[in-house]
């Protein structure tokens, strides 16, 4: 099992970079493929960025494409979403998720995620 703890959220303006660290309980955090998803208000939760166990392979939605970058550090259990030119649309509640893949660099959305953070919330004024 793994406890996820997101941290680094947020109120900044338009434009402004932010970036969201999610840090693992474990000694096995590289074998898990990491999730970042977001929850805006009145709305269901949506997938954002993964990134495989070994870091190799990310996945991004086409909305955040050239403006988020997902990386981790297995040294530190941390995972990181860089988040430049934030816009108002990308106000939300922002959670970290884990999945067990020790032998899979799939990092689909349609990946299902089995441990989840608290969540961090990323305002954007405008």
């Not at 939760?45 to 988020?68: E, L, M, N, P």
């Amino acid at each position: 099992q793994v406890q996820l703890v997101e941290s680094g959220g947020g109120l900044v303006q338009a434009g402004e970079p932010l970036r969201l660290s999610c840090a693992a309980s474990g000694r096995t955090f590289r074998s898990y493929a990491m999730g970042w998803f977001r929850q805006a208000p009145g709305k269901g939760r949506d997938f954002v960025a993964a990134i495989s166990g070994s870091g190799g392979r990310t996945y991004y939605i086409d909305s955040v494409k050239g403006r988020f970058t997902v990386s981790r550090d297995n040294a530190k259990n941390t995972v990181y979403l860089q988040m430049n030119s934030l816009k108002p649309e990308d106000t939300a509640v922002y959670y970290c998720a884990a999945r067990w893949a020790p032998y899979s660099d799939n990092v689909s959305p349609s990946q299902e995620y089995n441990y989840w953070g608290q969540g961090t919330q990323v305002t954007v004024s405008s």
